[in-house]
């Protein structure tokens, strides 16, 4: 069997310009959508995010507004920021590049944007409310797998899905969402017993581990969707969690790194930021775009 390549590039790339579209529709209402982000200090990595979330936001005709700040900004220096931006009404989504420095509370700062602003969907309040199955934000990652998996799949209810990692930005949202399509999720970390055999029975697998070729092809069921969530930066480039020699063997379909979920990450930032603004000026959620 060779594996389908799910081509999230393609689709990212088709998501942002319904979003164009839609945030044209929104000009005529007078209303542009606003995205802030926030960056502190001078990681190489995350410098790269922030110009290029920067740009796609601008390429689909949102305003964005980038705020540097030096790495030794006080906590208090970045609460006063994120205070303003929740005040300010050009504003309608709030990131906060992570990581922080190490001087700061993450969970404060994170705590501190507005839930409807908090286009990350880390604020407490949209884990609470993802949870429990109300209307919330949405992390980015994950709710591009989703969109990826039911575009591929269709209906996920039944699937048994087996989500490796359980962080709060990745595996734990995920396997919430994959709940709350009916699918019948199981969590993996590092703790788990004899994984291959677990992994071996899952119709989906998302890998999100931050090991480079972690999950090997004989891991995979026969016909399994494998989403790769991985980002590892090695000598041979950028490489996912999932070993693809093996994967393309065995797998139905997988997402490739790059051009799998890192692409749908930012186009779901921008999904997110059209979604806050819509909730704010009390308008429906645009088509598509919420799980
Ligand atoms: P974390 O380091 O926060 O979490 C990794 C998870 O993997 C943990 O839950 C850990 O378990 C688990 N793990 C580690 N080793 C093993 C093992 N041997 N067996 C089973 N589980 C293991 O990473 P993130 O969730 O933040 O990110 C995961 C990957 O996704 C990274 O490569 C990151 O770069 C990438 N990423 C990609 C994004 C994109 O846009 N494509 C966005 C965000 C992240 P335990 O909890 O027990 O320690």
Redesign the pocket.
Known sequence: MTAQIIDGKAFAARLRTRIATQVQALAGQGITPGLAVVLLGEDPASQVYVRSKGRMTREVGMASFEHRLPQQTSQQELLDLIQKLNDDPAVHGILVQLPLPSHMDEGAVINAITPEKDVDGFHILNVGRLATGQRAMVP??PL?CLMLLRDHLGSLAGRNAVV????????KPMAQLLLRDSATVTI?????ED?PALCRRADILV?????PA?VKGDWIKPGATVID????RTEDGLV??VDHEGASQVAGAFTP?PG???????ACLLANTLTATARIHGLPDPDGLTP
């Open positions: 980015c990652t591009g490796i990692g359980r962080s709060n930005i990745v595996g993996a970390h590092s703790r788990t994984l890998a999100a581990v931050g090991r972690f969530v991985g980002i590892n996912g969690d790194v799998g979920v890192g692409p749908m990450t930012i």
